[in-house]
């Protein structure tokens, strides 16, 4: 089974630099299939002309192969499949078609590092020890009898889980990075690569034009699976409890690198595009971009999400380092949230926050990754134990994985108002809606479709030059746009009024273009001589 034809449109580097990218988490989008509480690819179809009036290019879907949806999807029972729970292939089909008719493309979610323990690759290997297909995974015997082959533990979770899960059927364990429903593909076997090559390939050929390639980093292990040293720095309470071991084997292998960047490589090859979750440093990622032949496969920056302290200086100085280590061709997926984080509003703090982190998202020279929900200021929401789903220690991932928020009815037009959403739907749904935000000029929603048609329409893909305002608490740059304008974007991120010195400014004045809060003058001409920034927010100029 390999992909035959290559009848895929060809997107230049350019064109892909240029797109914005919105995350739909299936399972919490939109309801139309059935009323079993759970988002479906129908729900999907049905909010396009919504998506493409935001002004989204680029479809990216969590995963919807068929699965035991023990990680939500992120099990994979079968990888040609679509998950009876989103739908069937002609619906698939139905949606592939509808987002091209619209000049959208698709992204799928790939991955590549695990399968389901119900994925018939397993069940043959797990059948005995000189089956075909037991190298496809990793078995190993004890250290010695009863003791696990290593120390390596599992993402998931809460204490030292192991990696290892014995199975008596043929008295080995085998390695799982994730859950024990989650068993690790051995991509040093040639017959994996090959196999899970032609699965990409074969998505290209059902028209899908780019993938997001999940947990990258843990694709290759130590090939001597050595015991992990354990990590000086961690301090129980502080911290993700996996961090009491420094992962020098279990992930993070160069050779796991360039498996990585074949995988984008064969989808560029076809002008697709792929983005590799991998949650490592800048340095590292600048390594990647370096490995990509088509200039079309990218790491995420989830410099935004994690381990940035959200203020001007710390903000400027790890984009702008960021920039220094790339090329000014490299294209950077940039999201504020995703379905494993906690959401943008909640983790900055204020509504105020998440607005001026989207007016800086949308003016970098990034492709901006939306998270559903994030265009209407979605918090995370406290859920009760009794109705947790997330295997992840602690239920970190749930709060912000509830139902998309529509409308004010009952179940917030999620699903029918006599079905029962899988997980509860916020509490502030009847004023936090887009219905509500679509009629609102001022509301979170009408700043994301504002900002996201100011990129599109304004800007030019390029670098942006930091201007030096002497203002800790002012971000401030600026960027080219169409017809040879330039434009300065200034975010204050202070809960105080700023002012700045209009000396350094490249212009005495702007014309205003927007602004975070949407309630300035626009197309006013502002001396910058008398002008102060209010608390917490951003303006776009127009010089
Ligand atoms: C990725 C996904 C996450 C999933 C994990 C294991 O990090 O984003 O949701 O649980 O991989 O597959």
Same mark, same amino acid.
């Given at each position: 089974?390999?992909?035959?034809?290559? +009848?895929?449109?060809?997107?230049?580097?350019?064109?892909?630099?240029?797109?914005?990218?919105?995350?739909?988490?299936?399972?919490?989008?939109?309801?139309?299939?059935?009323?079993?509480?759970?988002?479906?690819?129908?729900?999907?179809?049905?909010?396009?002309?919504?998506?493409?009036?935001?002004?989204? !290019?680029?479809?990216?879907?969590?995963?919807?192969?068929?699965?035991?949806?023990?990680?939500?999807?992120?099990?994979?029972?079968?990888?040609?499949?679509?998950?009876?729970?989103?739908?069937?292939?002609?619906?698939?089909?139905?949606?592939?078609?509808?987002?091209?008719?619209?000049? #959208?493309?698709?992204? #799928?979610?790939?991955?590549?590092?695990? +399968?389901?323990?119900?994925?018939?690759?397993?069940?043959?290997?797990?059948?005995?020890?000189?089956?075909?297909?037991?190298?496809?995974?990793?078995?190993?015997?004890?250290?010695?009898?009863?003791?696990?082959?290593?120390?390596?533990?599992?993402?998931? !979770?809460?204490? +030292?889980?192991?990696?290892?899960?014995?199975?008596?059927?043929?008295?080995?364990?085998?390695?799982?990075?994730?859950?024990?429903?989650?068993?690790?593909?051995?991509?040093?076997?040639?017959?994996?690569?090959?196999?899970?090559?032609?699965?990409?390939?074969?998505?290209?050929?059902?028209?899908?034009?780019?993938?997001?390639?999940?947990?990258?980093?843990?694709?290759?292990?130590?090939?001597?699976?050595?015991?992990?040293?354990?990590?000086?720095?961690?301090?129980?309470?502080?911290?993700?409890?996996?961090?009491?071991?420094?992962?020098?084997?279990?992930?993070?292998?160069?050779?796991?690198?360039?498996?990585?960047?074949?995988?984008?490589?064969?989808?560029?090859?076809?002008?697709?595009?792929? #983005?590799?979750?991998?949650?490592?440093?800048?340095?590292?990622?600048?390594?990647?971009?370096?490995?990509?032949?088509?200039?079309?496969?990218?790491?995420?920056?989830?410099?935004?999400?994690?381990?940035?302290?959200?203020?001007?200086?710390?903000?400027?100085?790890?984009?702008?380092?960021?920039?220094?280590?790339?090329?000014?061709?490299?294209?950077?997926?940039?999201?504020?949230?995703?379905? !494993?984080?906690?959401?943008?509003?909640?983790?900055?703090?204020?509504?105020?926050?998440?607005?001026?982190?989207?007016?800086?998202? #949308?003016?970098?020279?990034?492709?901006?990754?939306?998270?559903?929900?994030?265009?209407?200021?979605?918090?995370?929401?406290?859920?009760?134990?009794?109705?947790?789903?997330?295997?992840?220690?602690?239920?970190?991932?749930?709060?912000?994985?509830?139902?998309?928020?529509?409308?004010?009815?009952?179940?917030?037009?999620?699903?029918?108002?006599?079905?029962?959403?899988?997980?509860?739907?916020?509490?502030?749904?009847?004023?936090?809606?887009?219905?509500?935000?679509?009629?609102?000029?001022?509301?979170?929603?009408?700043?994301?479709?504002? $900002?996201?048609?100011?990129?599109?329409?304004? $800007?030019?893909?390029?670098?942006?030059?930091?201007?030096?305002?002497?203002?800790?608490?002012?971000?401030?740059?600026?960027?080219?746009?169409?017809?040879?304008?330039?434009?300065?974007?200034?975010?204050?991120?202070?809960?105080?009024?700023? +002012?700045?010195?209009?000396?350094?400014?490249?212009?005495?004045?702007?014309?205003?273009?927007?602004?975070?809060?949407?309630?300035?003058?626009?197309?006013?001409?502002?001396?910058?001589?008398?002008?102060?920034?209010?608390?917490?927010?951003?303006?776009?100029?127009?010089?």
């Amino acid at each position: 089974m390999a992909g035959q034809k290559t +009848t895929n449109k060809t997107y230049s580097n350019y064109s892909w630099r240029d797109k914005s990218i919105y995350q739909i988490y299936p399972r919490s989008f939109h309801a139309r299939l059935n009323k079993d509480g759970n988002g479906d690819l129908l729900g999907i179809i049905e909010k396009l002309d919504y998506l493409q009036d935001l002004g989204i !290019d680029v479809i990216y879907i969590s995963p919807i192969y068929t699965s035991p949806m023990k990680d939500n999807g992120y099990d994979v029972e079968n990888y040609l499949e679509i998950n009876p729970m989103f739908g069937n292939m002609q619906i698939f089909k139905r949606l592939v078609d509808n987002i091209h008719k619209r000049n #959208m493309l698709i992204m #799928m979610d790939f991955i590549p590092n695990h +399968t389901s323990n119900q994925h018939a690759w397993f069940r043959e290997s797990r059948a005995s020890k000189n089956n075909p297909k037991r190298n496809w995974y990793h078995w190993h015997g004890g250290k010695t009898e009863g003791k696990k082959p290593n120390n390596w533990i599992n993402v998931f !979770d809460n204490t +030292t889980g192991s990696a290892w899960t014995y199975d008596k059927k043929t008295e080995e364990y085998y390695l799982h990075s994730f859950l024990k429903e989650q068993p690790d593909l051995n991509w040093d076997n040639p017959e994996v690569v090959k196999e899970m090559h032609s699965i990409l390939m074969l998505w290209m050929d059902r028209k899908v034009d780019a993938f997001r390639i999940d947990v990258g980093l843990y694709i290759i292990k130590h090939p001597k699976y050595p015991d992990e040293p354990l990590n000086p720095d961690y301090i129980e309470g502080q911290g993700h409890p996996n961090e009491i071991y420094i992962h020098l084997a279990s992930k993070d292998q160069p050779r796991g690198f360039k498996k990585l960047a074949d995988l984008g490589n064969l989808v560029g090859k076809r002008g697709g595009f792929s #983005m590799q979750e991998v949650y490592v440093s800048a340095e590292e990622r600048a390594m990647l971009y370096r490995l990509s032949e088509h200039g079309l496969s990218a790491p995420l920056d989830f410099d935004l999400i994690l381990d940035t302290n959200w203020n001007a200086k710390e903000v400027k100085k790890v984009i702008f380092d960021y920039y220094a280590l790339l090329k000014n061709e490299d294209i950077i997926p940039l999201p504020l949230g995703n379905h !494993d984080q906690k959401r943008v509003a909640t983790r900055l703090g204020s509504q105020e926050d998440a607005r001026l982190a989207a007016m800086l998202q #949308m003016t970098l020279d990034a492709v901006p990754i939306i998270f559903q929900g994030e265009e209407i200021g979605m918090e995370d929401v406290i859920i009760p134990p009794n109705l947790q789903h997330d295997p992840f220690a602690d239920n970190l991932r749930d709060p912000a994985r509830t139902p998309m928020q529509w409308d004010d009815s009952k179940n917030a037009g999620f699903t029918d108002i006599n079905a029962q959403p899988w997980l509860p739907v916020g509490p502030h749904y009847k004023k936090r809606n887009v219905k509500n935000q679509l009629k609102d000029p001022k509301s979170m929603l009408t700043l994301y479709k504002r $900002l996201l048609h100011f990129r599109k329409e304004k $800007l030019l893909p390029g670098r942006p030059i930091a201007v030096d305002v002497k203002n800790d608490n002012v971000l401030a740059f600026t960027r080219n746009g169409n017809e040879g304008l330039s434009f300065l974007i200034l975010l204050n991120f202070s809960k105080t009024k700023e +002012t700045i010195a209009n000396d350094l400014l490249p212009a005495k004045s702007g014309s205003l273009q927007l602004s975070t809060s949407l309630s300035n003058k626009e197309d006013e001409t502002f001396n910058f001589k008398q002008f102060s920034l209010g608390p917490k927010e951003g303006y776009i100029f127009l010089l």
